[in-house]
């Protein structure tokens, strides 16, 4: 997984940052070694840690209001393959087999197959749901109430597709590589001038170690928030379940 090894990079590169400060800081030179460099390395260690106080905010509140946007999204989604398969059902017997199609289209949903390898459409789902617009098409309305309803029917179908696409666009995470780096270059400034003359020990050591797993899993979940549909924090099938459940009755 894409976020399993940014979190891997980002203790990396925090952890050798520390310590290679750290256990580097007696083969410096004297004149490098004074209280007077100690104090401008900090001061510039604490403007890159508001910096990155703030970007790394930013983040987490972009992956937020991500995360919710497309939650939302599929609770509508939910929504709109109730009402077309009440539609398809309304209908008539004409149209059984259309509602077999979107059944077995939503249960394949309903597990999570979005896109398939390269954030692409997953096919299979797309020839389902496309089957289910040819039968729509070749459908025949005889009467009056048919005819109303096969036309809500199409509009509907419309509003799946359109649903559908957005929630494939948005499978994939949209913040941006390049700021990701900037901030894991910050935070390797900030722990190699932490590392810089502190003391060595265990403690020290220990510190720093952890908290670069601690940072590196915190990036690792903003990461896997701003990707809704794979790794622990998704965005839950709950909605499509039940649709599935009261397509089935």
């Not at 799946?160 to 929630?167: D, G």
Request: aromatic content about 8%; charged content about 20%.
């Amino acid at each position: 997984m894409n976020e399993v090894r940014i979190a891997i990079f980002v203790f990396i590169c925090l952890t050798a940052a520390s310590l290679g400060a750290l256990f580097c800081y007696q083969r410096l030179p004297e004149h490098q070694r004074l209280d007077d460099t100690q104090k401008v390395l900090h001061l510039i260690a604490n403007i890159f840690v508001v910096m990155t106080s703030l970007v790394l905010g930013l983040m987490i509140t972009s992956a937020k209001s991500r995360f919710d946007a497309v939650n939302q999204d599929v609770h509508s989604y939910a929504t709109e393959l109730i009402l077309l398969d009440r539609m398809l059902f309304l209908y008539g017997p004409e149209a059984g087999e259309t509602r077999q199609r979107l059944l077995a289209y939503t249960e394949r949903a309903a597990n999570g197959h979005w896109t398939a390898e390269g954030g692409l459409s997953d096919k299979t789902s797309e020839q389902l749901l496309e089957d289910v617009g040819t039968r729509l098409r070749t459908l025949e309305p005889n009467r009056d109430p048919q005819l109303s309803i096969w036309n809500d029917m199409r509009e509907q179908y419309r509003k799946v597709l359109e649903l559908r696409w957005s929630l494939v666009e948005q499978a994939e995470g949209s913040l941006p590589r390049p700021l990701m780096l900037m901030v894991v270059a910050w935070l390797v400034l900030i722990f190699a001038i932490f590392g810089f003359r502190a003391p060595r020990n265990a403690v020290v050591v220990t510190g720093f170690v952890a908290a670069a797993a601690l940072i590196g899993g915190a990036i690792y979940l903003i990461v896997d928030m701003d990707v809704p549909f794979e790794g622990p924090i998704q965005v839950s099938s709950a909605p499509l379940q039940r649709a599935l459940t009261e397509m089935r009755r």
